[in-house]
């Protein structure tokens, strides 16, 4: 247990930051599923529209540090082309 005042404080910013940071991964995986579901049912409107929606989230998430830009950067270029697939 934290005993000094700077520590306490410590301990306090950093239950914030994970309850912040957990709150973004969650939404950031919900955009990815409702992705992979509109892929998953072979509907390429939805899954472009889904993806739209999805892109800003998981960009800002590199952004937040929640996840690597690279990572982000992956994941929006391989989920663009599952989508570019299903039109062919």
Known sequence: ???????KKAARKIARRTATNKARRSRVRTYLRQVEEAIAS????AASD????????????????VL????AS??????????????A
């Open 1 to 7: 247990m934290a005993n000094t005042p700077s520590a």
């Open 42 to 45: 072979g509907d390429q409107a």
């Open 50 to 65: 889904a993806l739209k929606a999805a892109q800003p989230e998981i960009m800002r998430a590199a952004t937040k540090g």
């Open 68 to 71: 690597h830009a690279n990572t």
């Open 74 to 87: 992956r994941k929006v270029s391989r989920l663009n082309a599952r989508v570019k697939a299903l039109s």
